[in-house]
């Protein structure tokens, strides 16, 4: 919060009455990305493209997040990580994580598809937000996921 109030060049006691708690400001946060997230679905789904070329869309999307200069893995994840079960911020990241698996088993078959994309794309940011050791190359095909070689050893 400190932070926060540093970077917004005001007052504690101009911030603090709007928001008393970091919790008052990760819940909007993550709705706001949840309401981003569901929007681009939505338009995807729309568009009337088979389920595949949806769920390599999604794919694809996801690889341009985790390229971005700055990108400091899945707000989800680590929020989930930084609260416990009973916080309401970690209960906004659950019903995120149910959303997306129903929004990507509903392109698909819905008990295995969506469970499985999500533990995949949950690996995947893991891996590049401790390691960056990913070289993600977009293909006709989709993205192509793999180790870059000088990083192995």
């Known amino acids: ?13 101009t911030f603090y009455p709007h928001s008393p708690s970091k919790d008052d400001l990760v819940v909007p946060y993550l709705e706001r990305i949840h309401q981003h997230i569901g929007a681009r679905h939505e338009l995807a789904v729309s568009g009337g493209e088979p389920p595949e070329d949806i769920l ?3 794919a694809q999307q996801i690889v341009e997040e985790i390229q971005r200069p700055g990108f400091r893995g899945c707000a989800f994840l680590n929020a989930a990580a930084e609260y416990p079960d009973a ?10 994580r149910e959303w997306f698996r129903a929004a990507i088993g509903s392109l698909r078959d819905p008990g295995v598809a969506g469970e499985t994309f999500l533990r995949g794309l949950d690996g ?16 006709a ?13």
């Open 1 to 13: 919060m400190e932070r926060i109030v540093a970077e917004a060049k005001v007052a504690r006691a």
């Open 56 to 58: 390599r869309d999604v």
């Open 87 to 96: 916080d309401p911020v970690h209960r906004s990241v659950l019903e995120h």
């Open 124 to 139: 995947l940011l893991q891996v590049r937000t401790v390691d960056g050791v990913l070289q993600l190359t977009p293909s």
């Open 141 to 153: 095909s989709g993205p192509d996921i793999r180790p870059r070689g000088d990083q192995l050893t």
